[in-house]
């Protein structure tokens, strides 16, 4: 067991804004003091002691700990979810997950519908859509401009302008019945944590939802999954169905609920989409997929968004078109051995 370097650099990457590599070491804008410089260094290498799961420490405020308690305080999530973020499975801790959640995936797919009709989750407060603040709100003026660099469509998209949630873009999540059982929100400050998810106390975490950028297709056609909820918009802007699983692994409850869809795997281009695919493929014909594509974005651009910001839709769309293969157990053996 370990902790991969450019696994754990990646994921910095996407929860943080301006992280320093540098020596082996991680430095981020530290989440445990005010002024958000670079005191927490994090060592994937465990340190001195070589700790298995990785080590931080903030030099401002002393506080320490592992890698993964550092993703569990992030993502609120569990420990297991945690392992799963940074590619650093064990292997019985795996074989136990996926026997039991086999068994259960069923029970808490009713158990999350439940939740969500229950507890009845609402946007933050003082959250809007972009058509209900006036032209000189300037949060609104900073979030349209953010997404038309992205070419992010802005359609069901929200922004909130105070509290918690306070100057970042909302983007919600819906079931088949259109109801709100889960949000993700994207920073528009440099000094925040770039991902930030509703309260723990909902007991829906990232790797019991799928992120739909509109309702949810039909049953039996092909659905295009992609890492993060802007890649999904960006292969849903130029007429593919997408969805985003929000990480490097399809949790159990996630593939209960495409079990009725063609998946294709639209990974990002880095390394660690590429050990990503190749585990997701073979775990969706373990349960029982028979019918599996995947297509990669091309190596000069990390993600979908990448591509579609410099190459633009027409040539996004053609190249999923042509570029879209089948997967198998024989092409994952494959892929693993061309580390593509």
Not at 69 to 85: G, I, P, R
Not at 257 to 280: Q, T, W
Not at 296 to 305: F, Q, S, T
Not at 306 to 316: I, P, S
Request: neutral net charge; proline residues 3%; glycine residues 6%.
């Amino acid at each position: 067991m370990g902790i991969d370097f450019e696994v754990f650099s990646d994921w910095a990457e996407s929860r943080f804004d301006n992280i320093v590599i540098k020596d082996n070491e991680v430095k981020i804008n530290s989440i445990f003091c005010e002024d958000y410089k670079y005191h927490l260094w994090c060592s994937p290498s465990g340190g001195k002691n070589k700790n298995p799961y990785g080590v931080y420490h903030c030099w401002k405020t002393d506080e320490k700990g592992t890698l993964v308690n550092l993703v569990m305080k992030v993502d609120k999530c569990s420990f297991e979810d945690a392992l799963a973020t940074l590619n650093s499975y064990n292997n019985k801790i795996e074989e136990l997950e996926e026997k039991v959640q086999s068994i259960l995936s069923n029970k808490k797919v009713v158990e999350q519908e439940i939740k969500a009709d229950v507890v009845k989750l609402k946007l933050p407060i003082d959250t809007y859509a972009f058509d209900d603040l006036p032209s000189s709100n300037k949060i609104k003026i900073k979030a349209e401009k953010y997404l038309n660099e992205r070419k992010i469509k802005k359609d069901n998209l929200f922004i909130c302008v105070s509290g918690k949630y306070r100057n970042r873009i909302i983007i919600p999540y819906y079931n088949k019945n259109k109801e709100l059982i889960y949000y993700n929100s994207r920073s528009l400050d440099d000094n925040k944590i770039r991902y930030l998810g509703p309260p723990k106390e909902i007991g829906i975490g990232k790797g019991d939802v799928i992120y739909m950028p509109d309702k949810w297709p039909i049953e039996g056609s092909k659905i295009y999954l992609t890492e993060g909820e802007f890649d999904a918009i960006s292969l849903w802007s130029i007429g593919y169905d997408s969805a985003a699983f929000g990480g490097k692994n399809l949790t159990q409850i996630q593939m209960h609920l495409i079990k009725n869809y063609i998946p294709v795997l639209c990974l990002d281009s880095d390394e660690a989409g590429s050990n990503a695919l190749v585990n997701m493929g073979d775990s969706l014909l373990k349960n029982g997929f028979e019918e599996i594509y995947y297509v990669r974005a091309p190596k000069k651009h990390k993600d979908w968004n990448k591509m579609l910001q410099t190459d633009g839709e027409k040539v996004t769309k053609y190249y999923i078109m042509m570029n879209e293969k089948k997967y198998d157990y024989l092409i994952g053996t494959k892929l693993r051995s061309q580390k593509i």
